[in-house]
């Protein structure tokens, strides 16, 4: 039960080889990236990628009218400016269509779910309250994905570890089913 990875990050800082198993896809994306350090290279030639395909691509109709249809208390489309929900509906197809998940693919996208939302001046949608469900206020705003999310990165990359890390392994698991 990783959840967000918060025990298995606090074993690594000791040292610990740290093993986890979560069923949330979400969840299991930022546990492996607490876990497991990325390249900087890799992470930063993701990120280009990632870049090269917001500004090459154009959501879908159906993407649009699926994601306008996802409500918490207002549509989904009012958290974001038009043009950031754009690449955020890019980005989603971005790591969907990715044929496996590496580290840093997992690092990049663990950083995107953290900036997606709330009242910090880096987050991508409009000023709100920090717990989702509530509606969003003030002016919409066009916040680029790609800028705001390379500084979560490069600010996550700075990081210092511990001389004594070691990676660790979390698994897409069920408690109910063998364990791996």
């Known amino acids: 039960f990783a959840g967000v990875g918060t025990i298995p990050f606090k074993a690594y800082l000791q040292g610990k ?15 492996i990236a607490k876990v497991n350090r990325p390249s900087p290279t890799n992470t930063r030639i993701l990120l280009d990628t990632l870049d090269t395909y917001i500004k090459s691509a154009t959501p879908t ?7 306008r249809q996802v409500d918490f208390n207002r ?23 990715l044929k496996s998940y590496s580290i840093e693919a997992n690092f990049v996208l663990a950083c995107l779910l953290h900036i997606l939302h709330g009242n910090r001046p880096y987050a991508l949608s409009r000023r709100s309250h920090p717990v989702t469900p509530f509606a969003p206020k003030g002016p919409y705003e066009y916040r680029s994905l790609v800028d705001r999310l390379r500084t979560k990165v490069e600010k996550s990359l700075a990081v210092e570890y511990p001389s004594e890390f070691l990676n660790g392994h979390i698994f897409m698991q069920d408690a109910t089913s063998w364990w791996p």
């Open 17 to 31: 080889k740290t093993f986890g198993f979560e069923i949330s896809p979400s969840a299991l994306t930022i546990s």
């Open 75 to 97: 549509s989904l489309v009012e958290f974001y400016h038009e043009d950031t929900f754009k690449e955020i509906l890019l980005a989603r197809r971005f790591f969907l269509e």
């Open 61 to 67: 109709d159906s993407e649009i009218i699926n994601a």
